[in-house]
């Protein structure tokens, strides 16, 4: 009889103490859940927390909705205190605060998002001093090439400059006719020809500068 007491007594002692947390928290919990937030605290086990939240479900003391196989507990809503206006306003009050810090943390991410990509796509320290080497040996590499055309001997005069300009010139526009005429010339013997350009310029033995990557200087 002692024995059935104090299961009786257990169960009870769970119930409230369900009731208590699931009114204090006012948010949905599986047994599950309930059962790993409680049992630490109050030593409960989990068959007690599930059929306690069945027995206060039963009695219409909270409530019960189904998912699939799982069940979640909530507070009945029509049980709890109603708030007054002051609290509705202090609570507003409070909903508008933490919306404004929400607002201010979710700026300050994006800017150190912004700032993290930044740094990611930047040089690394060590990477930097390799490249000021390296700059360094191209500044030495290029001062000495430039010492030694200073110091040469050899240098070409403006006058000698202009003379092989002129004298490509000259070779350019030779090119171009003769170029010219070869084109005439050919176009003329290919419209009596039987067979195709490719073939005729085969026989002959022509080769084209197009073959041999050739380009003809733009005129100046």
């Known amino acids: 009889m002692s024995k ?3 299961g009786a007594g257990a169960g009870g002692g769970a119930a409230a103490v369900l009731l208590r947390y699931l009114r204090e928290q006012n948010r949905p919990y599986s047994a599950q859940d309930a059962f790993s937030n409680l049992q ?14 069945e027995q206060l ?3 219409g003391r909270i409530r ?7 069940k979640i507990y909530f507070a009945d809503q029509e049980q709890l205190p109603a708030a007054s206006d002051a609290e509705l306003r202090g609570l507003d009050a409070q909903i508008a605060a933490l919306s404004g810090q929400v607002q201010e943390l979710q700026q300050s991410c994006r800017q150190m998002e912004a700032e993290l ?6 040089m690394t320290t060590p990477e930097v001093a390799k490249e000021i080497k ?24 403006p006058e000698e400059k202009e003379k ?4 490509q010139k000259l ?16 176009d003329a013997i290919l419209e009596g020809y039987p067979k195709s350009k490719k073939q005729f310029f085969e026989e002959v033995g022509i080769e084209t500068d197009e073959e041999h990557n050739v380009v003809l200087p733009a005129a100046v």
């Open 4 to 6: 059935g007491r104090d």
């Open 40 to 53: 630490r605290e109050h030593g409960l086990g989990k068959a007690a927390v599930v059929k306690a939240l």
């Open 57 to 59: 479900a039963q009695q």
């Open 64 to 70: 019960e909705k189904a998912y699939g196989k799982q």
């Open 117 to 122: 990509k930044d740094l990611s796509s930047s």
């Open 134 to 157: 390296e700059l360094k040996k191209d500044c030495e590499s290029y001062a000495e090439k430039l010492e030694r055309m200073k110091s040469a001997t050899n240098h070409v005069t």
């Open 164 to 167: 092989v300009c002129s004298e």
């Open 171 to 186: 070779y350019c526009r030779e090119w171009r006719r003769r170029k010219r005429m070869a084109t005439e010339l050919l």
